[in-house]
């Protein structure tokens, strides 16, 4: 069983910074991919920022330019750096890592960090 553990959220104000963290334990042979997620209040969940094995990064439309996801591959830890923090972030963050066990393939999530900004 892969368990990611989350840290980093909180309250802060609108025009401020966060930076999130996802740790992964138990054995990891590889990681596909390492995504953050976050659903607000009665919205559905959304993909916010996504690194692929290969380096590659993709961002949703509204976090392109203020949000930067990176990782530690030793440590299996993946990051959020949050930044030019809008009301509209406030959500429920959660990560989300794909990859390899020794025998079968995993798809594990994070138990959610609240962030919220406030005007």
């Known amino acids: 069983q892969v368990q990611l553990v989350e840290s980093g959220g909180g309250l802060v104000q609108a025009g401020g910074s966060l930076r999130l963290s996802c740790t992964a334990s138990?054995?990891?042979?590889?990681?596909?991919?390492m995504n953050w997620y976050r659903q607000a209040p009665g919205k559905q969940r959304e993909l916010v920022a996504a690194?692929?094995?290969?380096?590659?990064?993709n961002y949703a439309d509204s976090v392109k330019g203020r949000f930067t996801i990176s990782s530690e591959n030793a440590k299996n830890t993946v990051y959020l750096q949050m930044n030019s923090l809008i009301p509209e972030d406030t959500a429920v963050y959660y990560c989300?890592?794909?990859?390899?066990?020794?025998?079968?393939?995993?798809?594990?999530w994070g138990q959610g960090t609240q962030v919220t900004v406030s005007s």
């Open positions: 138990g054995f990891i042979r590889s990681i596909d991919v």
């Open positions: 690194l692929t094995s290969g380096g590659h990064s």
């Open positions: 989300n890592i794909r990859g390899r066990r020794r025998l079968n393939d995993f798809d594990s």
